[in-house]
Every structure is written in structure tokens, then in C-alpha cells.
């Protein structure tokens, strides 16, 4: 049973267990009516208290059941609530640890509440690209009061029970033993009658048009491609200006249209694959966790500092090894100036501040930090550099430790094999800035520990990082990925496009930021180091010139002041700048390519499907152990629009044979080769199948 039915003397209890969460899917909904049913047959029974067994009152509807025929099937949450706000018999919600969602709306259509203090109490249905849709936008105006729950509805943000105490909302906090709490109180309230119904309570906003005006104008200007927050908006204004029962149509409506927009389903698809990233299907979640102390990282560069900063905010001490003073300064200068910059804007107490720079300390001994359990390398992205390093960290490291490489490229099989201990070594690719992106790319080696990927793993979520497992490959999963990308993105320059053209179409599909602005942040020296690798390495496949002919006018990108675009001291705005785009069209009639016109769908579907085709052969490859897993990637450390769910999720949406049937078009043109579907893209697209 998802809901167990218990009597006490005169008060029937309601428990729900439906672990995880208690998530009101449709054997719980029935079990709750089963339990009212006999509350209400029971004539020793006076009162009714519900509640959730293990950690949540309840995280709200089962959403692993949206777009499916049980989240329409009786007894929905609706008449679930409908059932219990109409008993004769009073019905208290016993609330504690978490109340979200349809479980807030459940609770507000008992009669009573009581809560512990702590309970995480949130209408987040906003985060799912939807509103809360049973209830939930004519009910709490009514108890917390119109504008508490509009921050509440269109922000999603839990908030302590503490803090709602004084409203409505509860009834009573109970301190101590919440069920001993409820069902005294339930035997306080057995006898009172009318029976209080949030339904029945008035909305009283003076000059409430103005205020829901400005609420308007305010979250439309926040939303970006979102629709939810504003229907929010929309639904709340119903309760205040509707009677209740057309409000909760209203709310209804929007709903059931929400739950269809591609915004949401991206939204929910974004949601399960961050818990799904988080499963290796050979590792058990008990697979015993080396303890992680101390860390270590070599380089105190950029990566490096950004790296210990993660391991210093979640209070772990960190030695950085640099090769000579001087470089070691710097990068401990760096680090203290990022965490200045926090406090300063006022993220940072002071004593925070004094408590993570002294967890980062420097040296410039190998053995000085032997002892640490983890330790990183952020070194120059040269295999013969790794060697030094590895060699070294195999001699220094205590047994047990973890090595780990923060290469970008290279083979984590290769740099393992530089030491006696292959089974302690992996790859965690951070991404820049470190201490800021959320993804940390897991790379898991031929003979990496599965207590070592189990150790990553928990240590990337003690870090607060996105942390996905990817096979060894050129690349990863993203980079690998994104090298397709950016080659198609040379290609369009070649044959007609401005870099600013690109990058214009690119942000307005949603990215964050486009391939050159990206490449200017990023360095473009970094790219044209490993380009200059695979002209070697693999001669057969093409590049663009124009990015190396960038690179050989010292236009490295921001840090030189030029790159792709001109840059003005202590300004990162992009200026397009004429000398590139000279370049740009003095290359393409020097390869003889007649420039042409090139409308905005062709730069997004060659730049996206060819993230999408490199995907495919990454799945199928086992890099990735699911589609959702590289969306995951391109979501959390690429800048891909969550709205559009990641580019393999993207694909589904936009139809597989559509995706196709693009890129048979593009293998007419120039560079055909780069345009053949893979096997698995090409199965699924002829079966009518997704990735996802
Ligand atoms: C809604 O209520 C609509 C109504 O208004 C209208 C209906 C008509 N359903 O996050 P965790 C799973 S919409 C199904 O790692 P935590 C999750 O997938 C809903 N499953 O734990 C994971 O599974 P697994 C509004 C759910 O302790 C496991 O629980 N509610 C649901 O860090 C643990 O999750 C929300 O949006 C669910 N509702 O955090 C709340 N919730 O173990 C969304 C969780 O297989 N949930 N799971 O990977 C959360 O914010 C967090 O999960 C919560 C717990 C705070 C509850």
C-alpha cells in the first residue's frame, strides 16, 4: 500500500508511503480516498490526521506519471482534495521536512495544519515549466496573503515553515513529536463545527489591479522563453478577482496547457536526467566511498585556483603545488581576489571569507602533499607534461589516494597507465570558471576503481557539481562533441557568414553564448594547440583556416584585447571588427568558395545536428551511458538552452527523420562528409524512436 490506515483511540491516521518522496501518484491518491472512506464509515472515528512516512510530508504529484493516462485517472488529485476539504469529519495535515507541490495543495484543502519547524513548504511547480495545478494558485493567496504567494508561486523557492508560521497557513508548530502534536490537536478541533475551509477565506489586497500589473510587467521581464511564470501570474489573478470555483477552472486550463508546451517537458526531462547522471548501473549506490579530507591540485593557473576554490567552499583543505614561487603567488592572489569580489558583493561574511582562503594553502614540494586523499592535476594540456606529473604522483601519494587528471582531451587510459595504480587514477573535467560552471565531466578509465568513480561521484555532489560519467575519447563527451561544432561553425565563415552572424543566430536559439564570443572567453590559442595535434594525428579530417589564421595574427581572444572581435581595455563587450571579417572573405575567394547568404535556420541546424550526429556515436559507443546524460553535458557546462532540454532531447523534439532529412540536404554541400548520419541515429530516426 502507497497509504497506510491506522485508528488511534477517536483519530484515524493517514500515512502516506510512497518512497522516495511520497509523490501523489494514482495508488497513493486511491489509497487516501480508501483511508477517508473508512474514516468517515467509522463512527469511534472523530478526525482524520494525514501525513507522509520517511523523508517528506510529500515532494507533491507523481511526475514520472505526467503525459501518461494515470495522471488523469480517478480519483486525480482534485477529487482527492475534493473528498477531504468536504468530510465531515475534520481532516489536519501533519506537515514536516518536505510539503511541495501537490502536497502543499493536498495539505490546503484539509482543514487544519500543523507542521515541524524546518518543513521546506514550496509551490514549485514553476521549475517544471508548469503551475500548480490542483488548487494551489486559489488557495495560498488566500492563507499567506496575495503577494507572499506569488513570490512563493512564481519563484517555486521553499521556505521554511518557521517563517509561515504567523500565517494562515498553519494552525499550530509543534515542537517535539509532530504526530503526538497533530493528534492532540485533532482531538482538540474533533468537535468544532463549521469546519474551516481555505475556500471560504476572502482575499483582501487593496488596489489589487495595480499589483498584479506590476507583477505582470515584472515576470515577463524575467521569464525569457518561459510561459509558466506568467500564468502563475494569470492563475493568481483569478483568485483574487474570480469566485473559486472559476479560479480553479482557470487554473485547471492552464495547466493542462503548460503541461504540453515543450518548455515543460524539457524542463522535467532536465530534472530526472540530473538524478538519472547520478546512477552507474554497475556501481551500487553502496559502493563503499573512500573518505575525501584533504585534496590537493597541481597548477595554480586559472583551472587550478578555480578547482580548489570548490574543494575550500565545501570546507575541505587544499594544497596547490606550483613549480615556482612566483606562479604559486599569483594563482593564491587570484583566489583570494575571487573571494573578495564574493563578500564584496555581499554573497561572502567575512568570516566565510577568512575560513576558505585559509583552507587553500601553497607549496611548491611534491611531498608536502603526499598525505592528501585526492589530489588534481591542472596542468598544460601536453601528454609529456602529464607523464612528469603522473610519474611524480605515483612516487609521492600515499596508498589509496585518488589522481586525478583535469585533462580536456587526452587519454585518461594513457596518463593511468603512467603509474603503478591505473585503479586510483580518473578524469574530472571541470569547467571554466571552475568554482562557477556546475558540470564536472566523471571520466571513467578502462581500469578506474568502482569505488574510485563511486568516490567522484559523491565528492561531485559535495562540491555542488553536476557530476556525469563519461568513457575515455578524444574529447569526452562534450568537447568531443562541441569539435563538430565548431567546425561547422568555421565552415559557415568560410562560405558566407560573419562571426557576429553566427553568434547572433546561435544566442537567439537560446545558447548563452555563441561559438566565437565562446571561443574569444575561452582562448582560441587552446583550440589551434589541439587542432595542431590532429593535423598530425588524423590528417582526414577538414578544418576551417579561418580560426588558425586568427590564432597566427595573435588574435588569442580576450586576454590578448582581439579575437574574433575587438575588445576595449577593461571592457568585454565584442566589437565585430573589420580586420576579421577581411580575413574571413579574403580566405574564402583565396579557397575558392563563392560566399553566399546564409539564413539563420541553416547556421542552427548545421551547428546543432552536428552536436546531435557526434552524440549519437557517442551513445553508441557507450561514452555516455544514456542521451540524457549528454544533455546533461551540454546543459550544465555548454550554455544549451534549458528550455530546449539539451541537444539530444532537442532532436526528439524536433522529430529524428526531420534531423535526417537535414542532414542529407547539408551532404550535397561542401564538407558532405561530416553530414553522415551515425548508425544509431539512422535506426532510430527509421523506427520512429527518440534517444530519450
Ligand atoms: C505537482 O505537484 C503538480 C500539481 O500541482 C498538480 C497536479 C494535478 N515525483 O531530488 P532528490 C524522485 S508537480 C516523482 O534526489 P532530495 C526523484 O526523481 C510536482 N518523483 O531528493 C528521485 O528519484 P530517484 C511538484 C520524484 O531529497 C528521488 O525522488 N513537486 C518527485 O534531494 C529523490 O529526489 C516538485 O517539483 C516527484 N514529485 O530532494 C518537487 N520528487 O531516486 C520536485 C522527487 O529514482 N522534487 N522525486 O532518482 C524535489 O524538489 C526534490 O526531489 C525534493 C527531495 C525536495 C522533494
Not at 300 to 329: H, R, S
Amino acid at each position: 500500500m502507497t497509504a497506510e490506515y491506522q485508528v488511534n483511540g477517536a483519530i484515524a491516521v493517514i500515512t502516506l508511503n510512497n518512497p522516495p518522496v511520497n509523490g501523489l501518484g494514482l495508488s497513493t491518491r486511491t489509497a487516501i480516498v480508501d483511508g477517508m472512506k473508512k474514516a468517515l464509515g467509522d463512527n469511534a472515528v472523530k478526525a482524520v490526521v494525514i501525513t507522509g512516512a520517511g523523508k517528506a510530508f510529500s515532494g507533491g504529484a507523481d511526475i514520472k506519471e505526467f503525459n501518461s493516462p494515470k495522471a488523469l485517472a480517478e480519483p486525480t488529485l482534485h477529487t482527492v482534495i475534493n473528498v477531504v476539504e468536504n468530510s465531515i469529519k475534520p481532516v489536519v495535515a501533519a506537515i514536516h521536512t518536505v510539503c511541495m507541490g501537490g502536497g502543499l495543495e493536498l495539505a490546503l484543502g484539509c482543514h487544519y495544519r500543523v507542521a515541524s519547524p524546518g518543513a521546506q513548504i514550496a509551490l514549485p511547480e514553476v521549475k517544471l515549466g508548469i503551475l500548480p495545478g490542483a488548487g494551489g494558485t486559489q488557495r495560498l493567496p488566500r492563507v499567506v496573503g496575495l503577494e507572499m504567494a506569488l513570490n512563493m508561486i512564481v519563484s517555486g523557492t521553499p521556505v521554511p515553515s518557521e517563517k509561515l508560521a504567523k500565517t494562515a497557513l498553519f494552525n499550530e508548530l509543534i515542537e517535539g513529536d509532530l504526530m503526538q502534536g497533530a493528534q492532540a490537536f485533532a482531538g482538540k478541533v474533533a468537535d468544532i463545527r463549521p469546519l474551516p475551509k481555505v475556500r471560504d477565506i476572502k482575499i483582501d489586497y487593496p488596489n489589487h489591479e495595480a499589483f498584479l500589473q506590476f507583477s505582470r510587467n515584472t515576470v515577463k521581464a524575467m521569464a525569457g522563453p518561459f510561459p509558466a511564470p506568467l500564468k502563475c501570474v494569470e492563475a493568481i489573478a483569478a483568485a483574487v478577482t474570480e469566485k473559486f470555483d472559476d479560479g480553479l477552472k482557470i487554473e485547471r486550463d492552464l495547466f493542462v496547457e503548460l503541461v504540453q508546451t515543450t518548455e515543460s517537458k524539457a524542463l522535467r526531462h532536465a530534472f530526472f536526467a540530473e538524478r538519472a547522471a547520478g546512477k552507474i548501473p554497475d556501481v551500487p549506490e553502496d559502493t563503499p566511498a573512500r573518505a575525501i579530507k584533504s585534496a590537493a591540485v597541481i597548477g595554480a593557473g586559472t583551472m587550478g585556483g578555480g578547482i580548489a576554490m570548490n574543494f575550500a567552499n565545501a570546507g575541505i583543505p587544499v594544497k596547490i603545488l606550483e613549480m615556482k614561487q612566483e606562479a604559486l603567488d599569483k594563482g593564491l592572489a587570484t583566489v583570494r581576489k575571487n573571494y573578495e569580489n564574493t563578500m564584496k558583493k555581499g554573497k561572502l561574511t567575512p568570516e566565510k571569507f577568512e575560513q576558505r582562503v585559509g583552507l587553500i594553502t601553497g607549496t611548491l614540494s611534491y611531498e608536502e602533499i603526499g598525505q592528501a586523499d585526492i589530489v588534481v592535476e591542472a596542468v598544460f594540456e601536453d601528454m609529456g607534461v602529464k607523464e612528469a606529473v603522473f610519474k611524480k604522483l605515483d612516487e609521492v601519494m600515499r596508498p589509496g589516494a585518488i589522481l586525478a587528471s583535469n585533462t580536456s582531451t587526452l587519454d585518461v587510459d594513457k596518463i593511468a597507465a603512467f603509474t603503478k595504480r591505473p585503479q586510483d587514477v580518473i578524469g574530472t573535467h571541470f569547467f571554466s570558471p571552475a568554482n562557477v560552471m556546475k558540470l564536472l565531466e566523471i571520466v571513467r578509465g578502462a581500469k578506474t576503481g568502482k569505488d574510485v568513480l563511486a568516490t567522484t561521484m559523491a565528492l561531485s555532489k559535495k562540491i555542488k557539481k553536476t557530476g556525469v560519467v563519461s568513457g575515455v575519447c578524444d574529447g569526452f563527451i562534450g568537447n568531443r562533441m562541441v569539435e563538430q561544432y565548431s567546425r561547422q561553425a568555421g565552415f559557415l565563415l568560410e562560405e558566407g557568414c560573419t562571426p557576429e552572424q553566427v553568434d547572433k543566430a546561435v544566442e537567439k536559439f537560446g545558447f548563452a553564448m555563441g561559438p566565437f564570443r565562446m571561443g574569444d572567453l575561452a582562448g582560441n590559442d587552446i583550440g589551434w594547440y589541439i587542432r595542431k595535434r590532429r593535423y598530425v594525428e588524423k590528417p582526414e579530417v577538414t578544418y576551417s583556416k579561418t580560426a588558425d589564421l586568427l590564432c597566427e595574427m595573435g588574435r588569442y581572444g580576450q586576454k590578448t584585447g582581439a579575437g574574433w572581435y575587438d575588445y576595449k581595455p577593461g571592457d568585454r563587450k565584442a566589437y565585430p571588427s573589420q580586420i576579421v571579417n577581411d580575413m574571413v572573405v579574403k580566405h574564402s575567394a583565396d579557397i575558392g568558395v563563392e560566399r553566399r547568404k546564409i539564413s539563420d535556420q541553416e547556421i542552427i541546424e548545421r551547428l546543432v545536428f552536428a552536436l546531435v550526429n557526434e552524440g549519437a556515436y557517442i551513445l553508441e559507443e557507450g561514452i555516455a551511458m544514456r542521451a540524457s546524460d549528454i544533455d546533461m553535458v551540454y546543459l550544465t557546462g555548454y550554455g544549451f538552452p534549458l528550455f530546449r532540454g539539451g541537444p539530444m532531447f532537442y532532436a526528439d523534439t524536433v522529430g529524428l527523420p526531420n534531423v535526417v532529412m537535414a542532414m542529407e540536404k547539408y551532404a550535397k554541400g561542401r564538407h558532405g562528409d561530416a553530414w553522415k548520419p551515425a548508425p544509431l541515429l539512422a535506426k532510430l530516426a527509421a523506427e520512429g524512436k527518440t534517444f530519450n
